[in-house]
């Protein structure tokens, strides 16, 4: 039903992906997710006129996409430093091989964890705190991880500043930003000058010139 739904508003020169249950993400469903990454709480006749498709069109596709799966949440993001949370640390774990459920079910008890992956590498899982202030990253690490059996070594790293935070990326920012970036600089004025055009010096300008030639 979904691929159906999907499949009667298909328009773009794109190919197809296959998210979910079987929906076919086409160009249209691109740019609507890419709208929504900008906006979450747009109208749907606003989201509508934005991507260029009939209200009716925009509100199948934007339930469609929640149904399969594609939209899984809607969320607010909030300034950490003004909810008191200033203070922001990633923190590498080396965990016991033969450990790793008790190490998962203490870490969902630790309210401060934010994000947590499992890596390759040197260490094996990544865990993203924010907290107050150091003292805390401070405790946490010395009397509560340090504590879990599971745990073997930590190394933790603060962040100073945070430079770049997207939402969600998509297929299509890449081909963008090359399009963009193959686009020429505005041109500046040049020295030389087109055949049967001509350029008008001022008096100050030319002047200097004639210094520079003797």
């Known amino acids: 039903m979904m691929s159906d739904i999907s499949r009667n508003g298909h328009s773009g020169s794109g190919q197809p992906g296959r998210i979910g249950i ?3 993400l086409d160009d249209i469903h691109l740019k609507i997710l890419e709208i929504l990454r900008e906006n979450g709480r747009i109208s749907v006749a606003a989201l509508a006129e934005r991507v260029g498709i009939s209200r009716a069109n925009a509100y199948t596709r934007f339930e469609a996409l929640r149904a399969d799966g594609a939209i899984k949440r809607f969320t607010a993001e909030i300034d950490h430093g003004r909810a008191g949370l200033g203070i922001t640390a990633l923190i590498f774990v080396t965990v016991r091989q033969q450990m790793w459920k008790q190490f998962r079910a203490e870490l969902a008890r630790m309210p401060e964890v934010e994000y947590c992956a499992i890596t390759t590498g040197q260490h ?14 401070h405790s946490m690490v ?5 504590n879990i059996p599971a745990v073997k070594a930590t190394e933790t790293v603060f962040i100073l ?20 970036a193959r686009r020429p600089a505005p041109s500046e004025e040049r020295d030389d000058v ?20 003797d």
Not at 142 to 146: H, M
Not at 161 to 180: C, F, N
């Open 142 to 146: 010395t009397d509560r991880l340090a």
């Open 194 to 213: 087109p055949l049967g055009k001509m350029r008008f010096v001022g008096a100050a300008e030319g002047r200097a010139a004639l210094r520079k030639d």
């Open 124 to 137: 094996d899982a990544m865990i993203q705190v924010r907290v107050a202030d150091v003292a805390a990253v």
């Open 161 to 180: 500043d945070e430079v770049l935070r997207r939402p969600y990326v998509l297929p299509g920012d890449a081909r963008q930003a090359a399009r963009q």
């Open 22 to 24: 079987g929906l076919e």
